[in-house]
């Protein structure tokens, strides 16, 4: 088992930001493909974005290309989702996930899961 706990969802006005972090509680997590989901009532969890292992690929949905962006601190077990230009579509409850198959848009590639975190933007 990998423990992921996120922290930073919140509540912010459209074209606001937020900063999400995820930690690994317990066991590493620098050898893992990261990547963050989202998801709404009703509809399936959706790839947001993705980082390797060693951050030197990045990967993000063309709905937040530009406006999010992944990153990771090994030497802290951390991987972080810096949240800017929000919009009201961006609200959903956000999971962190650890994974290690290249297929990193799949929610089937982690096999490790957050809690999850819950972000609201209004308009």
């Known amino acids: 088992q990998v423990p992921l706990v996120e922290s930073g969802g919140g509540s912010v006005q459209a074209g606001g930001s937020l900063r999400l972090s995820c930690a690994g509680s317990g066991r590493t997590i620098n050898i893992f493909l990261m990547g963050w989901f989202r998801q709404v009532p009703g509809k399936e969890r959706e790839f947001v974005a993705a980082?390797?292992?060693?951050?030197?690929?990045?990967y993000y949905a063309d709905s937040v290309q530009g406006r999010f962006t992944i990153s990771r601190d090994n030497a802290e077990n951390t991987v972080t989702l810096q949240m800017n230009s929000l919009k009201p579509e961006d609200t959903a409850v956000y999971y962190c996930?650890?994974?290690?198959?290249?297929?990193?848009?799949?929610?089937?590639?982690?096999?490790?899961w957050g809690q999850g975190t819950q972000v609201t933007v209004s308009s």
């Open positions: 996930a650890a994974g290690r198959t290249p297929t990193y848009y799949r929610a089937t590639t982690y096999n490790y």
């Open positions: 980082i390797t292992w060693s951050g030197s690929n990045t």
